[in-house]
């Protein structure tokens, strides 16, 4: 078996008035409007998902108001149509948010006037949207 030898060779110093040059190839300046671009395009998305969240927790809360005025609504329906109405009105009126809009309607499941349905509208929001031409 023969000894294996390794050498290394090690330069150290510093180049003392070489300053290295820029090969201009037209691709000089390039860094800054592509950084603009990227940061555009990631305060889109940001704004995106802001507006996004927002929508979806403002459908949540309005199918939340209506549920509880349906289920308000619906024990009193063995009473009577206009006692429902007024009852899920009421309940409406305690988780409504500024701007809500219901509507009532009787409906027949099993017997003639057994469901109530309420129908809740929200204008939707935008933070961002409106930037971007939403």
């Known amino acids: 078996m023969s000894p294996h030898h390794t050498s290394f060779e090690l330069t150290t110093g510093a180049s003392h008035g070489r300053r290295r040059q820029a090969v201009s190839d037209g691709q000089a300046g390039q860094t800054l409007p592509l950084f603009v671009v990227f940061l555009v395009v990631l305060l889109g998305m940001c704004a995106l998902a802001i507006d996004v969240g927002f929508w979806a927790q403002g459908k949540r809360a309005a199918q939340n108001s209506a549920d509880a005025s349906a289920l308000a ?24 948010a500024s701007g809500d809009t219901a509507t009532y309607a009787q409906g027949t499941t099993y017997i003639p006037g057994d469901t109530i349905q309420v129908t809740v509208n929200r204008e939707a929001q935008t933070f961002f949207a409106k930037i971007f031409g939403g």
Do not use: D, R
């Not at 009193?76 to 305690?94: D, I, R, Y």
């Open 73 to 96: 609504g619906a024990a009193f329906l063995g009473v009577n149509w206009s006692t429902a109405q007024t009852n899920a009105s009421s309940e409406f009126t305690k988780n409504m």
